[in-house]
T-cell receptor
Framework: QKEVEQDPGPLSVPEGAIVSLNCTYS??????FMWYRQYSRKGPELLMY????GNKEDGRFTAQVDKSSKYISLFIRDSQPSDSATYLC??????????FGTGTSLTVIP | NAGVTQTPKFQVLKTGQSMTLQCAQD?????MYWYRQDPGMGLRLIYY???????DKGEVPNGYNVSRLNKREFSLRLESAAPSQTSVYFC????????????FGPGTRLLVL
């Protein structure tokens, strides 16, 4: 069983839609939860970071962590064509080794 | 402030050839990483270095060697390239204990024929 599971998509939504991206994990020791955005032929860039459980909001983006269900989510409100990218979830126990999901490809259609 | 830089951007090798991928960071980070990214597999850790002079194996170290030359530079060497090593390689660095500070380089696309 992989440490982190992520639906690869692809996901295609119209502009303005609410997008929900999800990952599940098996290691209950994970404490650090990240979402990265990766544009085509670029390196990943950190989008959201959460330590332990709870929600975090940054503009149109909301990250949720449910440790009891071993489930994390990223919500994108009012999606824009510029949000078209691959989204990777990542997790860590102590903040030095990271386990990544396979990534979800998102296309926002104008 | 360039962040994390990688060279080369693209390389074609024949099976059995060797090459070194270079990575440098200017953020004074202690920890550096090498990942490979393959379709449907996500990012997988090859090697990492928690500090100058130390290196540790990650999930997929076979066929690779690394050198932490100094605090800034971390190189990845393929001694005898195989087609299975065709991939996109990313270097990353992080400030100790600050998971939110992981920065990635632009990647090196490697094709082994």
């Amino acid at each position: 069983q992989k440490e982190v599971e992520q639906d690869p998509g692809p996901l295609s939504v119209p502009e303005g839609a609410i997008v929900s991206l999800n990952c599940t994990y098996s290691n209950s020791a994970f404490q650090y939860f990240m979402w990265y955005r990766q544009y085509s032929r670029k390196g990943p860039e950190l989008l959201m970071y959460t330590y332990s459980s709870g929600n975090k909001e940054d503009g149109r983006f909301t990250a949720q962590v449910d440790k009891s269900s071993k489930y994390i989510s990223l919500f994108i409100r009012d999606s824009q064509p510029s949000d078209s990218a691959t989204y990777l979830c990542a997790m860590s126990v102590v903040g030095n080794q990271f386990y990544f999901g396979t990534g979800t490809s998102l296309t926002v259609i104008p | 402030n360039a962040g994390v830089t990688q060279t080369p951007k693209f390389q074609v090798l024949k099976t059995g050839q060797s090459m070194t991928l270079q990575c440098a960071q200017d953020m004074n980070h202690n920890s550096m990483y090498w990942y490979r990214q393959d379709p449907g597999m996500g990012l997988r850790l090859i090697y990492y270095s928690a500090s100058e002079g130390t290196t540790d194996k990650g999930e997929v170290p076979n066929g690779y060697n690394v050198s932490r030359l100094n605090k800034r530079e971390f190189s990845l060497r393929l001694e005898s390239a195989a087609p299975s090593q065709t991939s996109v390689y990313f270097c990353a660095s992080i400030m100790d204990g600050r998971a939110e500070t992981q920065y990635f380089g632009p990647g090196t696309r490697l094709l082994v024929l």
